[in-house]
């Protein structure tokens, strides 16, 4: 079993609807959680981190963390043709350097 | 705007030619990695410098080397360069190893990397 699991997709969406994702876990002792995403040829670019449990939004974007159910989400509401890429979850401890990444889910919004 | 800067972004070498692949900051931030990630897979970790202190881990193969010569300035090292390092090469910083938030990545735009 890996460490952290994400439906790699496809998903297709029609612009302006909700996209919704989603990783589980299974070490308990991550602390910070992070969505990246990465459009095709390019390098991962941070959307948005969040310590422990709780909620965070950011425009258009909102991250959840539930560490009872070891589970995060990722919405992107009014979501546009340029959010096409493939969305990365990540996690690490505290004390730790090495992230352990989702597998990438990737989004296509259609026009 | 401070960023993570990898130069070149798209790199052709030929099976068994030395290469050497670079990376700037502007954040000041301590740490400095190298990841390889091939298509549909996530990043995997080569390494990491904490300031001059070198980090490998246990699966990169020796094939592989870096260079830190100062804080803003890491170079990625492959030696004998095979079919299967094809790939995208990247970047990463962050502030610190540990503590909040400062163990959070960002990330270059990569160096892709094609072995004839």
């Known amino acids: 079993q890996k460490e952290v699991e994400q439906d790699p997709g496809p998903l297709s969406v029609p612009e302006g609807a909700i996209v919704s994702l989603n990783c589980t876990y299974s070490n308990s002792a991550f602390q910070y959680f992070m969505w990246y995403r990465q459009y095709s040829r390019k390098g991962p670019e941070l959307l948005m981190y969040t310590y422990s449990s709780g909620n965070k939004e950011d425009g258009r974007f909102t991250a959840q963390v539930d560490k009872s159910s070891k589970y995060i989400s990722l919405f992107i509401r009014d979501s546009q043709p340029s959010d096409s890429a493939t969305y990365l979850c990540?996690?690490?401890?505290?004390?730790?350097?090495?992230?352990?990444f989702g597998a990438g889910t990737t989004v296509t919004v259609r026009a | 705007d401070a960023m993570v800067i990898q130069n070149p972004r798209y790199q052709v070498t030929q099976f068994g030619k030395p290469v050497t692949l670079s990376c700037s900051q502007t954040?000041?931030?301590?740490?400095m990695y190298w990841y390889q990630q091939k298509s549909s897979q996530a990043p995997k970790l080569l390494f990491h410098y904490y300031d001059k202190d070198f980090n490998n881990e246990a699966d990169t193969p020796d094939n592989f080397q870096s260079r830190r010569p100062n804080t803003s300035f890491c170079f990625l090292d492959i030696r004998s360069p095979g079919l299967g390092d094809a790939a995208m090469y990247l970047c990463a910083t962050s502030r610190e190893t540990s503590g909040r938030g400062g163990n959070i990545q960002y990330f270059g735009a990569g160096t892709r990397l094609s072995v004839l």
């Open positions: 954040l000041n931030h301590n740490v």
């Open positions: 990540a996690m690490t401890r505290s004390n730790d350097y090495k992230l352990s």
